[in-house]
T-cell receptor, first 113, second 111 residues
Framework: DQQVKQNSPSLSVQEGRISILNCDYTNSMFDYFLWYKKYPAEGPTFLISISSIKDKNEDGRFTVFLNKSAKHLSLHIVPSQPGDSAVYFC????????????FGQGTTLQVKP | DVKVTQSSRYLVKRTGEKVFLECVQDMDHENMFWYRQDPGLGLRLIYFSYDVKMKEKGDIPEGYSVSREKKERFSLILESASTNQTSMYLCGASGNTGELFFGEGSRLTVL
Protein backbone atom coordinates (compact mmCIF):
# COMPACT_ATOMS: atom_id res chain seq x y z
CA ASP A 1 0.00 0.00 0.00
CA GLN A 2 1.57 3.24 -1.18
CA GLN A 3 1.09 5.75 1.63
CA VAL A 4 2.75 8.59 -0.27
CA LYS A 5 1.90 8.98 -3.93
CA GLN A 6 3.25 11.14 -6.67
CA ASN A 7 0.91 10.43 -9.54
CA SER A 8 2.81 12.34 -12.20
CA PRO A 9 5.97 10.50 -13.25
CA SER A 10 7.20 13.47 -15.24
CA LEU A 11 6.68 17.19 -15.79
CA SER A 12 8.11 19.51 -18.42
CA VAL A 13 8.07 23.32 -18.10
CA GLN A 14 9.67 26.26 -19.81
CA GLU A 15 12.46 28.17 -18.12
CA GLY A 16 11.08 31.10 -16.12
CA ARG A 17 7.65 29.56 -15.65
CA ILE A 18 6.23 27.94 -12.54
CA SER A 19 6.73 24.24 -11.81
CA ILE A 20 4.12 22.57 -9.61
CA LEU A 21 4.82 19.10 -8.27
CA ASN A 22 2.07 17.28 -6.44
CA CYS A 23 1.95 14.67 -3.73
CA ASP A 24 -0.88 12.85 -1.97
CA TYR A 25 -0.78 10.81 1.21
CA THR A 26 -3.15 8.45 2.94
CA ASN A 27 -1.85 8.21 6.51
CA SER A 28 -3.44 10.86 8.74
CA MET A 29 -0.69 10.25 11.32
CA PHE A 30 1.92 11.92 9.12
CA ASP A 31 2.97 15.16 10.77
CA TYR A 32 6.07 16.22 8.87
CA PHE A 33 6.59 16.46 5.14
CA LEU A 34 9.71 16.98 3.08
CA TRP A 35 10.79 17.39 -0.51
CA TYR A 36 14.05 15.99 -1.83
CA LYS A 37 15.77 16.59 -5.13
CA LYS A 38 17.90 13.97 -6.82
CA TYR A 39 20.29 14.20 -9.75
CA PRO A 40 21.38 11.02 -11.57
CA ALA A 41 24.17 9.07 -9.82
CA GLU A 42 23.87 11.23 -6.69
CA GLY A 43 22.06 10.85 -3.39
CA PRO A 44 18.88 12.85 -2.71
CA THR A 45 19.37 16.28 -1.18
CA PHE A 46 16.94 17.96 1.15
CA LEU A 47 15.03 20.85 -0.38
CA ILE A 48 12.28 22.08 1.90
CA SER A 49 9.97 20.79 4.62
CA ILE A 50 6.71 21.61 6.33
CA SER A 51 5.16 20.65 9.64
CA SER A 52 1.53 19.64 9.78
CA ILE A 53 0.76 22.67 11.94
CA LYS A 54 1.49 24.93 8.98
CA ASP A 55 -0.05 25.23 5.53
CA LYS A 56 2.79 26.98 3.76
CA ASN A 57 6.54 27.23 3.93
CA GLU A 58 8.70 29.30 1.63
CA ASP A 59 12.41 29.27 0.94
CA GLY A 60 13.58 31.41 -1.93
CA ARG A 61 12.17 30.08 -5.20
CA PHE A 62 10.64 27.07 -3.45
CA THR A 63 7.29 27.01 -1.65
CA VAL A 64 5.55 24.00 -0.19
CA PHE A 65 1.81 24.04 0.43
CA LEU A 66 0.01 21.58 2.67
CA ASN A 67 -3.72 20.85 2.54
CA LYS A 68 -4.38 18.49 5.43
CA SER A 69 -8.08 18.04 4.76
CA ALA A 70 -7.27 16.84 1.24
CA LYS A 71 -4.10 15.02 2.36
CA HIS A 72 -2.26 16.81 -0.39
CA LEU A 73 0.91 18.80 -0.65
CA SER A 74 2.57 20.56 -3.51
CA LEU A 75 5.94 22.08 -4.30
CA HIS A 76 6.05 25.29 -6.32
CA ILE A 77 9.24 26.42 -8.03
CA VAL A 78 9.18 29.98 -9.33
CA PRO A 79 10.88 30.84 -11.58
CA SER A 80 11.99 27.46 -12.88
CA GLN A 81 15.59 27.16 -14.06
CA PRO A 82 17.29 24.49 -16.21
CA GLY A 83 19.37 23.48 -13.17
CA ASP A 84 16.14 22.47 -11.44
CA SER A 85 15.84 19.53 -13.82
CA ALA A 86 15.98 16.48 -11.55
CA VAL A 87 13.82 13.87 -9.86
CA TYR A 88 11.79 15.25 -6.96
CA PHE A 89 10.66 13.02 -4.14
CA CYS A 90 7.96 13.82 -1.64
CA UNK A 91 8.42 12.23 1.80
CA UNK A 92 6.46 12.04 5.03
CA UNK A 93 7.02 10.94 8.59
CA UNK A 94 4.85 10.27 11.62
CA UNK A 95 5.44 10.62 15.31
CA UNK A 96 8.18 13.16 15.66
CA UNK A 97 11.62 13.88 14.27
CA UNK A 98 12.89 10.36 13.81
CA UNK A 99 14.07 10.78 10.26
CA UNK A 100 12.20 7.64 9.27
CA UNK A 101 10.61 8.75 6.02
CA UNK A 102 8.10 7.25 3.63
CA PHE A 103 8.81 8.36 0.08
CA GLY A 104 6.69 8.80 -3.01
CA GLN A 105 7.65 7.36 -6.38
CA GLY A 106 9.24 10.57 -7.60
CA THR A 107 8.50 13.06 -10.38
CA THR A 108 11.06 13.85 -13.04
CA LEU A 109 11.09 17.57 -13.77
CA GLN A 110 12.55 18.87 -17.00
CA VAL A 111 13.01 22.61 -17.35
CA LYS A 112 13.57 23.62 -20.95
CA PRO A 113 15.70 26.67 -21.80
CA ASP B 1 25.92 19.72 7.01
CA VAL B 2 26.08 16.06 7.79
CA LYS B 3 28.42 14.14 5.56
CA VAL B 4 27.38 10.60 4.78
CA THR B 5 29.90 8.51 2.93
CA GLN B 6 29.17 5.25 1.18
CA SER B 7 32.24 3.16 0.54
CA SER B 8 31.45 1.95 -2.97
CA ARG B 9 29.76 3.94 -5.72
CA TYR B 10 29.51 1.02 -8.15
CA LEU B 11 29.64 -2.72 -7.53
CA VAL B 12 29.12 -5.73 -9.76
CA LYS B 13 28.57 -9.05 -8.02
CA ARG B 14 27.47 -12.54 -8.99
CA THR B 15 24.36 -14.32 -7.80
CA GLY B 16 24.99 -16.00 -4.46
CA GLU B 17 27.87 -13.75 -3.41
CA LYS B 18 27.88 -12.04 -0.04
CA VAL B 19 27.84 -8.27 -0.39
CA PHE B 20 28.77 -5.61 2.16
CA LEU B 21 27.71 -1.99 1.71
CA GLU B 22 29.38 0.35 4.17
CA CYS B 23 28.15 3.73 5.33
CA VAL B 24 29.80 6.25 7.64
CA GLN B 25 28.45 9.56 8.96
CA ASP B 26 30.45 12.29 10.61
CA MET B 27 27.92 14.23 12.69
CA ASP B 28 27.28 11.93 15.63
CA HIS B 29 23.66 11.37 14.60
CA GLU B 30 21.77 8.62 16.36
CA ASN B 31 19.59 7.54 13.46
CA MET B 32 20.80 5.76 10.36
CA PHE B 33 18.87 4.23 7.49
CA TRP B 34 19.25 2.08 4.41
CA TYR B 35 16.93 2.62 1.44
CA ARG B 36 16.88 1.26 -2.06
CA GLN B 37 15.72 3.27 -5.04
CA ASP B 38 14.09 1.66 -8.05
CA PRO B 39 12.40 3.34 -11.04
CA GLY B 40 8.71 3.90 -10.45
CA LEU B 41 8.93 2.76 -6.84
CA GLY B 42 10.74 5.67 -5.21
CA LEU B 43 12.83 5.02 -2.12
CA ARG B 44 11.90 2.06 0.04
CA LEU B 45 13.19 1.55 3.56
CA ILE B 46 15.15 -1.65 4.14
CA TYR B 47 16.45 -1.29 7.71
CA PHE B 48 17.10 1.47 10.19
CA SER B 49 18.87 1.96 13.48
CA TYR B 50 18.28 4.42 16.31
CA ASP B 51 21.33 3.46 18.34
CA VAL B 52 24.44 1.34 18.41
CA LYS B 53 23.70 -2.39 18.17
CA MET B 54 20.06 -1.59 17.62
CA LYS B 55 18.20 -2.29 14.36
CA GLU B 56 14.67 -2.37 13.10
CA LYS B 57 13.15 -3.74 9.94
CA GLY B 58 11.82 -1.35 7.38
CA ASP B 59 9.33 -2.12 4.64
CA ILE B 60 11.47 -4.53 2.58
CA PRO B 61 13.99 -6.29 4.86
CA GLU B 62 13.87 -9.69 3.18
CA GLY B 63 17.25 -10.80 1.88
CA TYR B 64 19.11 -8.15 3.86
CA SER B 65 20.69 -7.75 7.27
CA VAL B 66 22.48 -4.84 8.95
CA SER B 67 25.16 -4.17 11.50
CA ARG B 68 25.74 -1.15 13.69
CA GLU B 69 28.73 -1.77 15.93
CA LYS B 70 29.72 1.90 16.13
CA LYS B 71 27.56 5.00 16.12
CA GLU B 72 29.05 6.40 12.96
CA ARG B 73 28.91 3.22 10.88
CA PHE B 74 25.91 1.33 9.50
CA SER B 75 26.49 -1.62 7.20
CA LEU B 76 24.04 -3.35 4.88
CA ILE B 77 24.67 -7.02 4.16
CA LEU B 78 23.29 -9.16 1.38
CA GLU B 79 23.96 -12.70 2.55
CA SER B 80 23.37 -14.23 -0.88
CA ALA B 81 22.90 -11.67 -3.61
CA SER B 82 20.14 -12.20 -6.16
CA THR B 83 19.39 -10.43 -9.43
CA ASN B 84 16.32 -8.73 -7.96
CA GLN B 85 18.64 -6.93 -5.56
CA THR B 86 20.16 -4.99 -8.43
CA SER B 87 19.40 -1.44 -7.38
CA MET B 88 20.65 1.90 -6.12
CA TYR B 89 21.27 1.71 -2.38
CA LEU B 90 21.12 4.88 -0.33
CA CYS B 91 22.33 5.35 3.22
CA GLY B 92 20.96 8.18 5.35
CA ALA B 93 21.56 9.72 8.76
CA SER B 94 19.42 12.06 10.83
CA GLY B 95 19.50 13.85 14.14
CA ASN B 96 16.63 15.46 16.00
CA THR B 97 15.55 17.84 13.23
CA GLY B 98 13.84 15.09 11.27
CA GLU B 99 15.85 15.93 8.18
CA LEU B 100 17.50 12.93 6.58
CA PHE B 101 20.91 13.39 4.95
CA PHE B 102 21.89 10.91 2.27
CA GLY B 103 25.12 9.57 0.91
CA GLU B 104 25.81 9.55 -2.81
CA GLY B 105 24.47 6.05 -3.26
CA SER B 106 25.88 2.66 -4.21
CA ARG B 107 24.80 1.23 -7.54
CA LEU B 108 24.79 -2.57 -7.21
CA THR B 109 24.45 -4.88 -10.18
CA VAL B 110 23.95 -8.58 -9.52
CA LEU B 111 24.64 -10.82 -12.50
Amino acid sequence: DQQVKQNSPSLSVQEGRISILNCDYTNSMFDYFLWYKKYPAEGPTFLISISSIKDKNEDGRFTVFLNKSAKHLSLHIVPSQPGDSAVYFCAASAGGNTGKLIFGQGTTLQVKP
Amino acid sequence: DVKVTQSSRYLVKRTGEKVFLECVQDMDHENMFWYRQDPGLGLRLIYFSYDVKMKEKGDIPEGYSVSREKKERFSLILESASTNQTSMYLCGASGNTGELFFGEGSRLTVL
